[in-house]
């Protein structure tokens, strides 16, 4: 692929974070470790394993240089502790040396957190579903009473056309995809902007999937706060019941009344689930792509980038739009369809949830 792009700013060290640097971090930040070290599963930033000298064990995670400021790293600390002290089962960071949950080492912010032992879920029962739903509910009720003024919102300007942007100035795109992928995205911001006018935002976990939730000896827990960002709550509820047939949709409303428990939610806002699902596959091909230049990453996705790559993605976006259409009814005022004078489509259901361990 011959790319022109600036990507995130490199930094040598995050690429090829050697023992003695995480080590020493560790030092630094107030922890006596054994020297055992192991690298644990995750594309965007750098997470490790390691055993202290009190033979317990911590999470140093070390965050992409470029993407978060310190600040705005904060908030996602200050978030998990507010959540931590209403008693709901979220990993919140360990205090350092210092004072702060953050240092910094060669360029690089990182933070330390306790292991937290379970297992992803495969799927959930009602019961389960149940008391996810109050459990988001409530994860909602503490991100809605203070602000996070750092942190981006999710628009369509964040998840839509700034990355066709970053996909379009890097030349990404196959010339005969372009115009149909950009009109795609395109009709996919209009959609939702009209949508969610009307809709509060407020701090939401905004990655919830079920990667992100571990079951263990003592319940559940909410994992990985790294997309935390101001958005609607539906957000964190499709994503943590994504199916869209009749047993999906089953589910959701499962989640849902449990959910009204705790928190009201108005059933106006399942109408922004394909829109937010289509951003998603906007908002994950530039974030591949803004991360080329990461050995990790032609390695994890050497389908990245080829003709057939983008068709795909280009038919998946210009689905949902269909399927959008097809699903909702009377649209909402300030939504007009483009007339794109295609035939019949087939509906397919398939797994959304591609990058748990980004």
């Known amino acids: 692929m011959g790319h022109n792009h600036p990507g995130l700013p490199e930094n040598r060290f ?78 919140a960071p360990l205090g350092l040396a210092g004072g702060e949950t953050i240092r ?66 890097g030349n990404f795109l196959p010339e005969h995809c372009h115009e149909r992928y950009a009109k795609a995205v395109n009709e996919i911001v209009g959609i939702y902007e009209a949508l969610c006018s009307d809709v509060p935002f407020h701090r939401i976990h905004g990655d919830c999937h079920l990667g992100n939730l571990l079951h263990g000896s003592e319940g559940w827990y909410f994992l990985d706060f790294d997309d935390f960002l101001n958005g609607p709550a539906v957000q964190d509820v499709w994503m943590l019941v994504p199916a869209r047939d009749t047993e999906g949709l089953r589910q959701r409303r499962v989640f849902l009344d449990a959910y009204r428990l705790f928190r009201d939610f108005d ?13 998603r596959f906007i908002r994950y091909a530039a974030w591949i792509a803004m991360r080329w230049d990461d050995p990790a990453f032609p390695a994890a996705f050497p389908h990245f980038g080829t003709v057939q790559y983008w068709e795909n993605e280009t038919f998946d976006l210009e689905e949902q ?33 591609w990058d748990w361990e980004g």
């Not at 059933?267 to 951003?279: F, M």
């Not at 259409?325 to 959304?352: H, M, S, V, W």
């Open 104 to 169: 910094e080492i060669e360029g690089i912010f990182y933070a330390v957190w306790p292991r937290t032992g379970g297992r992803v879920p495969d799927e959930l029962s009602d019961e389960e579903l149940a008391m996810l739903g109050r459990l988001c509910a409530r994860i909602h009720n503490n991100g809605a009473s203070r602000e996070a003024p750092h942190r981006i919102a999710l628009t369509g300007s964040s998840y839509g056309l700034e990355p066709l942007a970053f996909l379009s100035d």
């Open 267 to 279: 059933d106006a806002w399942l109408r922004l689930v394909e829109p937010l699902r289509a951003l």
């Open 14 to 91: 995050f690429y090829n974070l050697t023992p003695d640097i995480i080590l020493r971090a560790l030092e630094e930040g107030g922890f006596e470790p054994s020297g055992h070290c192991m690298a644990l599963n995750s594309y965007e930033n750098r997470v490790y394993d390691l055993r202290l000298e009190n033979g317990s064990h911590v999470v140093a995670k070390f965050y992409r240089p470029g993407r978060w400021s310190r600040e705005q790293i904060l908030e996602e600390h200050r978030f998990l502790a507010e959540l931590r002290g209403d008693e709901i089962p979220v990993c």
């Open 321 to 353: 739009v269909k399927f959008f259409y097809e699903n909702t009814g009377d649209l909402p005022e300030g939504i007009r369809r483009q007339d794109d004078g295609d035939g019949e489509k087939e509906l397919t259901n398939k797994d959304f949830f």
